[in-house]
């Protein structure tokens, strides 16, 4: 059967599929799969695996830029300090950054831990229709929501780890 997908077939490759699926082997292995699915659950992406990981694995100094996705677009710059937010800045579109906005004495919390925050406090009252989490940190790389007619979300543009200088990711 395989064999007529790589030479072609005059039937849909969904007909194919079909059939591939339906082979005993395949059936065998999807009542396994299907069962390890529900038996690990369905509650979605693992936000409290990935915030461990990031609270274990996140760097002493950082510059992040997140920019909103969907109906929400501009851009927040922050760099960070141990467990201060030494500069932020704020920019009304998403790129290019050439309009930065600085904060000069910044009170904002942690940008990474306030991402985590609003990515799953919307997928609450949201369909959460996409997430990423960064492998090497497990920050939220990026989240997309559906909310009726419209949806929104955000994205890491940049992440420079070890370092507090703003201009890193402020291009």
Same mark, same amino acid.
């Given at each position: 059967?395989?064999?007529?997908?790589?030479?072609?077939?005059?039937?849909?490759?969904?007909?194919?599929?079909?059939?591939?699926?339906?082979?005993?082997?395949?059936?065998?292995?999807?009542?396994?799969?299907?069962?390890?699915?529900?038996?690990?659950g369905c509650s979605g992406p693992?936000?409290? @695996?990935?915030?461990?990981?990031?609270?274990?694995?996140?760097? @002493?100094?950082?510059?992040?830029?997140?920019?909103?996705?969907?109906?929400?677009?501009?851009?927040?710059?922050?760099?960070?300090?141990?467990?201060?937010?030494?500069?932020?800045?704020?920019?009304?579109?998403?790129?290019?950054?050439?309009?930065?906005?600085?904060?000069?004495?910044?009170?904002?919390?942690?940008?990474?831990?306030?991402?985590?925050?609003?990515? @799953?406090?919307?997928?609450?009252?949201?369909?959460?229709?996409?997430?990423?989490?960064?492998?090497?940190?497990?920050?939220?790389?990026?989240?997309?929501?559906?909310?009726?007619?419209?949806?929104?979300?955000?994205?890491?543009?940049?992440?420079?780890?070890?370092?507090?200088?703003?201009?890193?990711?402020?291009?």
């Amino acid at each position: 059967m395989v064999g007529r997908l790589l030479v072609g077939h005059p039937r849909s490759l969904l007909a194919l599929a079909w059939e591939l699926l339906s082979s005993a082997g395949m059936k065998t292995w999807s009542v396994v799969a299907l069962g390890c699915w529900l038996l690990a659950g369905c509650s979605g992406p693992d936000f409290d @695996e990935n915030r461990a990981k990031w609270r274990a694995d996140r760097p @002493e100094e950082y510059v992040i830029s997140i920019c909103g996705t969907g109906i929400a677009p501009g851009c927040t710059l922050a760099a960070v300090s141990g467990d201060t937010v030494v500069a932020a800045a704020h920019s009304g579109f998403v790129a290019p950054h050439s309009d930065w906005t600085f904060v000069e004495a910044p009170e904002q919390a942690d940008p990474v831990e306030a991402l985590f925050d609003r990515a @799953e406090r919307e997928s609450e009252s949201c369909e959460l229709r996409n997430i990423r989490f960064d492998d090497r940190y497990g920050y939220v790389a990026d989240y997309y929501h559906n909310c009726g007619t419209e949806g929104s979300g955000e994205e890491v543009t940049c992440f420079q780890a070890d370092t507090s200088d703003v201009t890193r990711c402020a291009e």
